[in-house]
């Protein structure tokens, strides 16, 4: 349980935060390890647990800040620490490497503690907070991901001290400028971005202070070599027809909705350059090129379709200089971040966790539809259209309920028509 309550001082390079952690579900479990050595497995509810190997698998908490545009976090220190001590049987159990989900894929072997810790008398962590990401979101909103251990450890004692309170000081500076500054966007998309921020950051508080917004638009207007909409779809030119009915349909329901032929894209784009001096000229490039304009003339979602064999993709790396397959990953969140640098180091590895420097917060919302032949987009197209236009004659006819309280029966139903006049006057559905 978190509670977060932030504090904007008057010198914009300084902000404060107070966390609050409640050992209410906080749970120590002893097992036995490969090695025969017993351990204590400390866990609390909602948190991960350390991933470092061999590293103490302590409950760790992400939380997101919006913090002004162009800062980063130079210093983090802590104040009004509150503790409470507790003791493990065991030492804390060892991080261990994941174990993978693939079908015939080897157990990794199991990692026994780092003696340069568990053999130290000094606590750790030495720092319970770190930055852990630093990126913007929607082009222009300075996001930090902070990562908190509330724990001190001490493996020479097995005692294990709580922090069930601490005052966070973050010390901001200047030189972190990647965002986005012109952005048009339609008033009723806005909505969309706004009520993502606020679930997004803990400090919700702080958002109007620290925000950027872009310009309210009352239509889309192209300013780049092709056209923009609001809902874009790059095809194949030869499946163009295949979204006929998709389009007449997007069109009634009052959204903003066009066809960009991917070869049109090709030949009028060079490639990805977004961030001069770390181009990526591929065919993916153009297509990231093509999107990143459009999202500054309005638009907010992008279809791509195809499989890889018709339509690029981005593999993306899950480690730097990656030697194996499965850290060579398909992704098109590269078509939708368009803040993060995915070549820094200029190699032909792209979005490397270290040597890159990735945003994971998109700017609008990409979709894939894997096919690979005209027909195959008809069928898709046939799908949706019955889905959307009889979407609550699917809702009424499914319906899953189990309880123990009839009561509970009839709360379940009558949320459900709300549900069904909420989404049905907002989004049109009706």
């Known amino acids: ?7 904007p001082l008057l010198v914009i390079s300084q902000i404060t935060h107070t966390v609050n952690f409640s050992s209410e579900n906080l749970s120590f479990t002893d097992e036995v390890a490969a090695n025969n050595n017993t351990y204590t497995k400390v866990k609390l509810f909602d948190f991960d647990l350390v991933s470092d190997t061999g590293k103490p698998a302590l409950p760790v908490k992400s939380i997101k800040l919006i913090i002004p545009h162009g800062q980063t976090v130079d210093n983090i220190s802590l104040s009004n620490v509150a ?34 810790i568990y053999n130290s008398e000094n606590a750790w962590p030495a720092k319970p907070i770190k930055v ?36 966070i000081t973050l010390t901001l500076t200047s030189g972190y400028s990647n965002g986005i500054n012109n952005i048009n966007r339609l008033s009723k998309n806005q909505i969309i971005y706004d009520e993502i ?18 310009n309210i638009i009352a239509s889309i207007v192209s300013t780049n070599q092709l056209p923009s909409y609001e809902y874009v779809v790059i095809t194949p030119a030869e499946y163009v027809n295949a979204f006929t009915d998709f389009i007449e349909w997007k069109t009634k329901k009052g959204i903003n909705i066009g066809i960009v032929i991917k070869e049109a ?3 009028h784009y060079s490639g990805d350059e977004i961030f001069p001096g770390d181009e990526i000229y591929d065919d993916a490039g153009k297509i990231r090129q093509y999107l ?19 339509m690029p993709i981005r593999y993306g790396c899950g480690e730097d200089n990656p030697t194996n397959e499965e850290n060579i990953i398909p992704t098109d969140l590269y078509f939708a971040d368009f803040t993060g640098n995915w070549n820094v180091d200029g190699d032909d590895n792209y979005g490397e966790p270290f040597a ?29 259209l019955i889905y959307e236009k009889n979407i609550f004659t699917f809702l009424c006819n499914v319906w899953y309920n189990s309880t123990d309280e009839p009561s509970l029966a009839i709360d379940m139903a009558a949320m459900f028509w709300w549900i069904k006049i909420r989404l049905g006057s907002r989004y049109n559905l009706l």
């Open 1 to 7: 349980i978190i509670v977060l309550t932030t504090i």
């Open 83 to 116: 503790v409470e001590t507790l003791w493990t049987n065991y030492w804390v159990f060892p991080a261990q490497q994941p174990i993978p989900t693939c079908i015939g894929c080897p157990i990794p072997e199991f990692v026994n503690p780092d003696p340069d």
């Open 132 to 167: 852990v990401h630093q990126g913007y979101f929607d082009g222009n909103n300075n996001i930090i991901t902070l990562e908190i251990c509330p724990f001190e450890y001490f493996p020479s004692t097995n005692q294990l001290n709580f922090f069930t309170s601490m005052d």
């Open 197 to 214: 921020l606020v679930g997004l950051v803990e400090n919700k508080q702080d958002i109007d202070l620290y925000r950027s917004s872009p």
């Open 265 to 267: 894209i090709f030949s």
């Open 292 to 310: 990143y304009e459009a999202y500054q003339n309005g638009t907010v979602w992008a279809l791509l379709v195809g499989d890889k064999s018709v």
């Open 356 to 384: 890159d420097n990735t945003d994971y917060s998109p700017e609008i919302f990409v979709g894939r539809l894997l096919c690979s032949s005209s027909q195959d987009v008809s069928n898709w197209v046939q799908k949706i």
